[in-house]
Each structure stands twice: as structure tokens, then as C-alpha cells.
């Protein structure tokens, strides 16, 4: 029996270890946000100075792990082997879905996800008791803190309205007070400015960053708390003293500095105080097995009154679990992705959008037009104007045609950090639950909303961004509840069996939830074609329109190929996945159309006649994914209506236009992967006897209606494939034409 409970402990500190890396990639966002965003320091120093203070935080955290030996439920009702179930239940459940999260890109509360999937294992494993037991359910309460979940999800709800609110309100009367011009008013206010922003970092420093350290003792955090304004005016005066001298005399600027203890200082609660939802229920797990081997008695008979008390984490532990934090923040692709949300939906241009507008979204953006309409209608014209002149961006800013400007500036990064340091000092100053990466993000949209970085072009798809993040949270708590409910009832009838079939199925969805994002960001990197350099010249159009070329030709041939075969077949399940994959090519070419605006902007001045090419081009191109696109859809929905399988001799035919068309295809795939563009006459010369070809097929089937065939679906279908080929060859060739009119063009210009 020990051995099998020892087994236990290995198995949750090894998911303790995926649960730091999963829970590590998801709440980076909270603290990388404004200093990636605002690309105040290289984005190596961000990672040093968070990862200081990721490590600071995590091995002087004294690692009371309340929350998960008594915080949600009640230890003493529960036995031992009763209390390794729910552990188990939980680990396997916030390894899962964080990283679910994660591969979506959205952040979201581990510490809503740990107290809701301990309170789901909890009710599942005292349900089964009480059943087994024949007691009544009503007696579920004396097993259940049900007061600390209703504290959680209100603290959520606060949160999100009182974060969003704030950030917005702040960022306002900040950038009324800096405009984008910031760098002249900064001489003046910036160290008043250093002054107020340091001192309420360093107070949340001490509030929420060092209340679990292990040398601050209560007495000091009681001081620190009963003497709050004392403290914030001394600390005002001194950082208002020091900003000023760092100004003139070292010639730092005071918005970069504020960037840099704010990442520190939230890197440093993030360790301090979320490291408990990652290692903290393995913890609890050892020292309930330590009380078991220590009592001698039986797993169902010993009562865990013992985890009541105050039990610090070893050193060791805490060490090796801040190693674990470090290493995942500087190569996890995941946290990039996550903070790639929160910078997107926060920067101040254009570009593309990772969420599509919604319902939700377009009403909400409707509402808030009509109101910000009705609000500028009756304020002054003098005041409008006044306002006007501190919104406007300078020509340099507005001329910026770089990729990879900043997302947003200096002021607002700095308002999002001190915002939510404050927010979390007087949220955790008053015992509220409340979330960390909630109160960070929500100061981040609304401090982007008041900078007006969400216009009538992006707004519907930004808000739509963050209703997806919000539902996102709420979506976190119900789903950690009822996984770790049912993962609780699968171990308690399963056993050791049980647990090893779900530690099997984690370890297999988390390796294919990786794989599947590398292929993503893969995908990804490689769409990315304008977006290396600041200016396009004629070279890189050439280089890179023969790259789209090669890649959407190889796609579309290789798809024809497989719709073809897979229609001989009548394969409807293949024939599905193909119109998906026909579905995700049209979308990459929907978004180089969407990027024509910034690749004209990009433009040298003497490759300004390209632009036309480029229009032409993308829609030639736009033409051949529709084609394949008509013929997998006309294949599926054929096959799908059980309408007779195509002839034999209109398989084989359909076959042989495909291998004719893989020998030209293959060729226009080398020409434009060798970027050999003189053979683009032979292939245009022998485009016509494929043409032929297809209108042969045309009359051929003419004939056997006039003859043998008799059913007009095939007839139809047999049509509708010869004539949506012919326009992609069409469309290929035009394509070719185009290319090659262009190059020549291009080579006598130089």
C-alpha cells in the first residue's frame, strides 16, 4: 500500500513540473505585456529582468500553501486515500487545460483554475462519500468552503469592471497630460511623474511581492499595512528626488526606468504568490503522506486534520521550482503566443486581427458610437479642440511604416504597470481575491480603449478579442470544476489503473497540443512575407511573389490531385478534410489582399508602379484557390448527397488531365523555386494543348449524353469539374503572363 501512494507522489510532482512550464507560458503575459509592447528595453533585457524577478520571488517565497490544503475544502472530513484522489484529479485537470489555454493563445487565472478544480474534485469525492455512506447530501457544506468560491468568482466580476474602468480613466488624463509628444512635457512632469509611478511599485512590492517572504514577518506587513500613507509620501518625495537626478544626471529615461521596476516588481508577485497553483497540491500531497506513514493506520481511517496547520515549503523545492519558472520564460513558444494576444489587441495601429468580429462586438461598438456621439455633440467646440490637439500623433509616428514599431508607447506602458500594481496592492491591502492576470489585462484594454488605439477600423475586431478572453475566464472555472469532478469519480472507482489512463491521455494530448502549435507557428513564419524589412524594393516583390506562387501552385496541384482520387473512391471523410484545408488556403490569400493598404505604404518610391501588379496578382491568385475551391466543394457535396459514383471512363479522364497538369505544374513550381524566369515561355506555349485537352473532355461527355449517359448529377458534377479546371489553368497562365510582363518591365528599369 506505501508503494502505491509513493507512486502517487512521483507522478504529481512530475505533473507539477508540466504544470509550471503550462502555468509559467500563461501568466508571462502578465508581466511582459507593456515592456514587449512598448519595446522600451531589447526584448533579451525584458527576459533578464523577469526573470529576476521570477527567481527572487520564487525561491524567497516562503510557500504557504493554504489554498490547497484548506483554503476551498474542509481536510478534516476527508481521509487520506480520499485526499490523494482529489490531488491527482486536480493536477491531471490544470496540466490539461492550461494548456489548452495556452495553445489557444488566451490568457487566463491559474489561481481561478486551481481553487475551481479543488473544489470540483472536492464535491465529486464527498458526493461519493456520502453516497457509498448512505448519509444525506445535504451534509456536502460541512465538506465544502463554499464562501471562498463565491469570493472568487465576485472578485472576478470586480476585477474585470473595476481594472477596465481605472486603466481607461488613467491612460486619459495621462496622455491629456503628455499627448504623443511626450518626450517635451517629459522635462518638465517626468519626475513628479517617477515620483508617483515608482512609489506605487515599490509599495506593491512590499504588499504583494514580499508578503510571502520568509524573513518579512507579519508584524512588518501589519506595519507596512497600518501605515500606508506615511509610507507612500516618504516614498513619493525620495522617488521624485531620484527620478529627477537619473534624468539630468545619468540620462535615463524616466518612462524606460518605470517600464523596468514594473516588470520586475510584477514578475516578482507573480513568483511570490502564484507559485502555490502550480506545486502547491503535490506539496500538500507529501505532507499528508508524510502524516499517514507517521500515524500507522489505515488510508481510509486517518482523517487529514493535520493539514490545518501552517506548513512552509523546503527551500529545495522552491528553488528548483523558480529554475523551472526561468527556463520556461525564455524558450516557451506558448508564452510568446499568449503575449502575442495581449500586445495585439493593445497596439496602437493597424494590422492584421487575430479574432473576427462577433455579434457581441458589433453591438457594443454600435452603443458606444452612438454615445461617444452624443457625448462630442453637446461639449464645447473649444474644449473638443483642445482635446483634439492631445490626440493627435505626430508626422513621425504616423509615417512609421515599420513591422516592428512599437505596439504602443512609453506612456502607456508605464500607466499599465502602476495601474496594476496599485490595483493588486489595495486589492490584496483588503483581502479581495483578486486575479492577477485579470487586473493586468483589463488595465490594458482600457487604457488602449482611452487611447484611442481601438478606431472605427479595428474596434469590432478588438472587442470581439476581449469578449473571447473574458468568456474565456469564466469558461476556465466551470470547465476546471467539471474536469476535475469527473477525473475525481474515474480514480476513485478506477484506482491505479484509472490513474495511469489519465496521466497516459495528458502526457498525449499535451505532446500533440505541441505539435500542433510548432506547425502552427511554423505556418505562421512562413505567411510572413513583407513584414522583415521597413521598405519593399522591386527585388523582394520579385522574390517574394514567386515564393507565394510556388507555394499556393504546390497546394492547390497536390489538393486537385487528392479531390480527384478521393471522388473515385467516394470518400466523403477525405473529402472533408480537403474543403478545410481549401478553406485555410483561402484565408492566407484573404490576408495578403488585407495587407495590400501596408505593402503599397511600404513601397520605394521608384517601385510605387508595382502596386498594380501586386493587385493583379492577388487576384489571379485569388481566382485559382476559388477554382479548386468550386471543384472540392461540388466533389463533397456529391458524394455527400449519396448521388451514383462518376463513371470509370470519367475518372480516368479527370486522372489524365491531372497528370498532364502535375508535368506543367511541377515545371512552374521549379521555375519560380529557381526563380528561372525565362522558362515562363515555354510553359505559356504549352498551356494551349491543356486546354485542348479539357475541351475535348467537354464534347466527349456532350456526346454520351446525346448517346448513354442518364444521370444529370454526374453529368452536372462531370461539368461543373472540366469547366472550374479550365479556369484554373486559365487563371494560371493569366497569372504567368502577368509575372513574366512585370519582370521584364522590372529588368529594363535596372
Do not use: C
Amino acid at each position: 500500500m506505501e508503494n502505491f501512494y509513493l507512486v502517487m507522489l512521483v507522478i504529481l510532482f512530475a505533473l507539477a513540473i508540466t504544470d509550471l512550464v503550462v502555468g509559467v507560458s500563461n501568466d508571462a503575459v502578465n508581466f511582459l505585456n507593456s515592456a514587449i509592447g512598448s519595446k522600451a528595453i531589447s526584448f533579451k533585457t525584458i527576459l533578464i529582468i523577469a526573470s529576476l524577478g521570477v527567481a527572487i520571488g520564487a525561491i524567497f517565497s516562503s510557500g504557504l500553501m493554504e489554498v490547497a490544503r484548506k483554503g476551498i475544502f474542509m481536510p478534516g472530513e476527508f481521509y487520506f486515500d480520499e485526499i490523494m484522489i482529489i490531488f491527482m484529479a486536480v493536477m491531471v485537470s490544470d496540466v490539461l487545460l492550461l494548456d489548452f489555454f495556452n495553445s489557444l493563445g488566451l490568457p487566463t487565472s491559474t489561481t481561478v483554475s486551481i481553487v475551481f478544480e479543488l473544489l470540483g474534485a472536492a464535491v465529486s469525492v464527498a458526493v461519493l462519500k456520502l453516497y457509498t455512506t448512505s448519509q444525506d447530501l445535504s451534509l456536502l457544506s460541512q465538506y465544502i468552503n463554499t464562501s471562498k468560491a463565491t469570493e472568487i468568482v465576485i472578485g472576478i466580476l470586480l476585477s474585470v469592471v473595476i481594472a477596465f474602468s481605472i486603466g481607461a480613466i488613467v491612460q486619459y488624463a495621462s496622455r491629456f497630460v503628455f499627448s504623443f509628444q511626450f518626450e517635451k512635457k517629459i522635462k518638465y512632469v517626468g519626475a513628479v511623474f517617477g515620483g508617483v509611478s515608482l512609489a506605487a511599485i515599490t509599495y506593491f512590492i512590499f504588499i504583494k511581492g514580499l508578503k510571502s517572504v520568509s524573513f518579512i514577518s507579519t508584524e512588518d506587513i501589519d506595519y507596512i499595512r497600518n501605515n500606508t500613507w506615511v509610507i507612500l509620501a516618504i516614498s513619493f518625495v525620495f522617488w521624485t528626488i531620484v527620478s529627477q537626478l537619473i534624468m539630468s544626471l545619468f540620462k535615463v529615461h524616466i518612462l524606460r526606468a518605470i517600464i523596468v521596476v514594473g516588470t520586475f516588481a510584477l514578475a516578482l508577485a507573480f513568483a511570490g504568490n502564484d507559485l502555490v497553483n502550480f506545486i502547491g497540491v503535490p506539496i500538500a500531497a507529501w505532507q499528508s503522506f508524510d502524516l499517514w506513514m507517521a500515524s500507522g493506520v489505515a488510508p481510509s481511517e486517518l482523517k487529514m486534520t493535520g493539514l490545518s496547520g501552517a506548513v512552509p515549503t523546503p527551500e529545495l523545492l522552491l528553488i528548483g521550482a523558480g529554475l523551472v519558472m526561468v527556463v520556461t520564460l525564455w524558450f516557451s513558444s506558448k508564452a510568446k503566443t499568449v503575449v502575442d494576444t495581449g500586445v495585439n489587441l493593445a497596439r496602437q495601429g493597424d494590422g492584421a486581427e487575430k479574432f473576427k468580429p462577433n455579434n457581441l462586438s458589433r453591438v457594443l461598438v454600435r452603443y458606444f458610437v452612438i454615445s461617444s456621439n452624443v457625448i462630442t455633440s453637446i461639449l464645447p467646440q473649444r474644449f473638443k479642440k483642445k482635446i483634439e490637439t492631445k490626440f493627435n500623433k505626430p508626422n513621425e509616428l504616423l509615417q512609421d511604416r515599420r513591422i516592428d514599431a512599437p505596439a504602443f508607447d512609453m506612456v502607456r506602458a508605464s500607466v499599465n504597470l502602476v495601474v496594476a500594481s496599485i490595483l493588486i496592492s489595495i486589492g490584496t491591502n483588503m483581502k479581495l481575491p483578486l486575479s492577477t492576470t485579470y487586473v493586468t489585462f483589463m488595465v490594458a484594454m482600457g487604457s488602449s480603449l482611452s487611447d484611442r488605439a481601438w478606431d472605427r477600423e479595428s474596434a469590432v475586431y478588438r472587442v470581439s478579442g476581449v469578449v473571447n478572453v473574458i468568456g474565456g475566464w469564466f469558461v476556465t472555472a466551470l470547465v476546471a470544476f467539471t474536469a476535475a469532478a469527473i477525473f475525481a469519480a474515474v480514480i476513485w472507482f478506477g484506482g491505479m489503473i484509472a490513474i495511469v489512463i489519465l496521466v497516459i491521455l495528458a502526457v498525449v494530448l499535451i505532446v500533440r497540443s505541441a505539435m500542433i502549435h510548432n506547425r502552427k507557428m511554423k505556418e505562421e513564419k512562413a505567411k510572413k512575407r513583407f513584414n522583415r524589412k521597413d521598405i519593399i524594393s522591386i527585388n523582394e516583390i520579385t522574390s517574394e511573389t514567386s515564393q507565394n506562387i510556388s507555394g499556393v501552385i504546390k497546394n492547390v496541384n497536390k489538393r486537385y490531385s487528392k479531390i480527384i482520387n478521393h471522388l473515385g473512391y467516394h470518400d466523403l471523410g477525405k473529402l472533408k478534410k480537403d474543403r478545410k484545408k481549401l478553406s485555410k488556403l483561402e484565408d492566407d490569400v484573404d490576408e495578403l489582399k488585407d495587407n495590400v493598404f501596408y505593402f503599397i505604404k511600404s513601397l520605394e518610391e521608384n517601385s510605387v508602379k508595382a502596386s498594380k501588379f501586386y493587385i493583379l496578382f492577388l487576384d489571379h491568385l485569388q481566382d485559382m484557390v476559388q477554382s479548386i475551391s468550386q471543384i472540392s466543394n461540388a466533389s463533397y457535396r456529391h458524394v455527400n448527397n449519396n448521388h451514383k459514383n462518376l463513371k470509370f471512363n470519367q475518372i480516368r479522364d479527370l486522372k489524365s488531365v491531372d497528370r498532364e497538369m502535375q508535368l506543367l505544374f511541377d515545371q512552374i513550381i521549379e521555375t519560380f523555386d529557381n526563380q528561372s524566369f525565362e522558362n515562363i515561355d515555354k510553359i505559356l506555349d504549352d498551356k494551349q494543348l491543356l486546354l485542348d485537352k479539357v475541351s475535348n473532355l467537354i464534347q466527349k461527355q456532350i456526346d454520351r449524353i446525346r448517346t448513354s449517359e442518364t444521370s444529370p448529377k454526374n453529368s452536372k458534377l462531370y461539368f461543373s469539374l472540366l469547366l472550374e479546371t479550365k479556369d484554373f489553368i486559365v487563371s494560371t497562365m493569366s497569372l504567368l503572363q502577368l509575372f513574366q510582363d512585370y519582370y521584364e518591365n522590372a529588368k529594363r528599369q535596372f
